[in-house]
């Protein structure tokens, strides 16, 4: 009998535990898995950029390959990107296509390059994935 009541219990918290929780009278969506690209990153001058905004070079800026950009859909989302070689982690907003790019490359503004390496290196091997819509560093 004990058993059989134990394993009612641990059934109860279980089905409970995958129960979605709401968060001011709605329910929270699913997180979607991350999907962690890797392809080069090379840098640009920023100006006027695809998104319609002025940016310069000292901003946290990404431009995504024309593959990805489509219509638009990613600006002013976040991307973190690592340098495969170092390990060096910095954040930069997509602001810009890249026609150039292969299809998971990124071309970064010069001081978000110089957080992952040497602007005198010119490319880089990097792995990036975008951060949940409305994060921010």
Known sequence: MFSLLAV??????????????????????????????TGRGTWFDVGLGACGYHNVNSDPIIAISSDIYGSGGNCNQWITLTNTANGKVASGKVRDECPGCGQYDLDLSPSLFQKLGNLDTGVLHISWHYEAKGWSP
């Open 8 to 37: 009612l219990f641990l059934t109860f918290f279980a089905l409970c535990g995958a129960t979605p929780v709401a968060v001011n009278g709605t329910a929270v969506a699913t997180l979607e898995k991350r999907i962690t690209h």
